[in-house]
């Protein structure tokens, strides 16, 4: 834990400290930072981080041991009304902190103190406020390593995806039955021989399947795949790997060979939406300025609802990647939630527009980084055109 780095991002946002709180790892955040995952905890502690001076962690005298490796004083509770006098103890200089706490649940995402521990904390006399901008500065901004271990990921999804779509129009060109459940378990396999993991097997809708958004076959319930089809295949993975991060696409393709127009006008309008959200980012750039995802958000959204399907737009543009699909950074968000937090130097996201209507659905997923250096690049192969598999 780099103490003297938080200290002076607390300075900068001109707060007295950061209040880090668990109960039996409810608070991740709060786990990872204090190099805790891994660790056997069963009663609260807390640990607090001043702008200025030494931390101080206040824990059970259960579970002393495990904080061994933590800079600071330790200050131990057996009961109750030991660990209230510990926080008050811990807070008696401060007035405003940061908790993972989200005014109105505003950001979900940073979160994870319930609110009977900040009607406490608040009991202390001070002022709480949310810790997402200091979660994106020390949680969320990717290593060189982690950029590499991205885009290799990036480079195999994007091999298995265009294996998925020629596979299609071998088996059908061949008479063969194939079905969604099929696509999705060869890609699985794709995974495991390119020594990479997923946290949930791949989206391969056909027709209809493909107007749901979080649609995935099994083995109980799948449909076949036959000739003018429509298919999209969403799949995510990353390296086998201590701290690699995801790569997260989504492709579309048509299994026939004239393909009807409703599938170009609806494509097109998702590729300009998807198009008009990297140009935002990179424009803001290079006049030096940092956007928050509310903005991209609007945006990409605006492209699409001047066509007409607004309405069929029913999800965020883009989330956070990190080594969890969907991270706890900044997401390309003014529909589910009013995402304020910058898109800072070292983070990596989707976009993601989609159109999803009865008959058919069509999404365009790429991958961004914000390069310190030159700004938001896209890191994933970027789709121009419907796959044709026949």
Known sequence: MDISRIQ???????????????????NPIAVQQAGLKGMHTTRRWFGFIPANGEPCWLISALETHIFDHLPGQKRIYRNWQELHHGLAYLLADAQTILMEYSPQCAVPYGAHVDAGTVELVRAQGVQVQSSENLIQVFQCRWSEAQLASHYRAAKTVYE???????????????????????????????????????????????????????????????????????????????????????????????????????????????????????????????????????????????????????????????????????????NIDNFETHETRLLIPGLGFTIEPGIYLPEFGIRSEINLFVDAKTGPVVTTEIQRDIVTCL
Not at 8 to 26: I, M
Not at 320 to 327: A, D, K, M, P, R
């Open 160 to 330: 298995l995806q265009a294996d998925a779509f020629r596979w299609i129009g071998e088996q059908i060109r061949a008479g063969k039955t194939i079905t969604e459940y099929d696509v999705q378990q060869r890609i699985m396999n794709g995974f495991d021989q390119a020594g990479m993991v997923t946290d949930h097997p791949p989206i391969v809708g056909v027709n209809a399947h493909s107007g749901n958004p979080h649609y995935a076959p099994s083995a109980a319930y799948s449909t076949e795949i036959k000739a003018n089809d429509f298919v999209l295949i969403d799949l995510w993975a990353k390296e086998n790997a201590p701290g690699s991060v995801f790569a997260d696409i989504t492709w579309v393709g048509f299994v026939g060979h004239t393909m009807p127009e409703v599938y170009q006008h609806i494509w097109q309008i998702v590729r300009s939406g998807r198009d008009a959200g990297v140009a935002l980012l990179q424009q803001a750039w290079q006049q030096g300025d940092l956007l928050p995802g509310y903005q991209v958000d609007d945006a990409v959204r605006q492209v699409i609802a001047a066509a007409g399907y607004g309405d069929a737009f029913v999800h965020r543009t883009g989330h956070n990647l990190g080594e969890v699909t969907h991270g706890n950074g900044a």
């Open 8 to 26: 002076a991002e607390l300075s900068t946002a001109q707060v007295d400290g950061w209040l880090l709180y668990d109960f039996r790892g409810q």
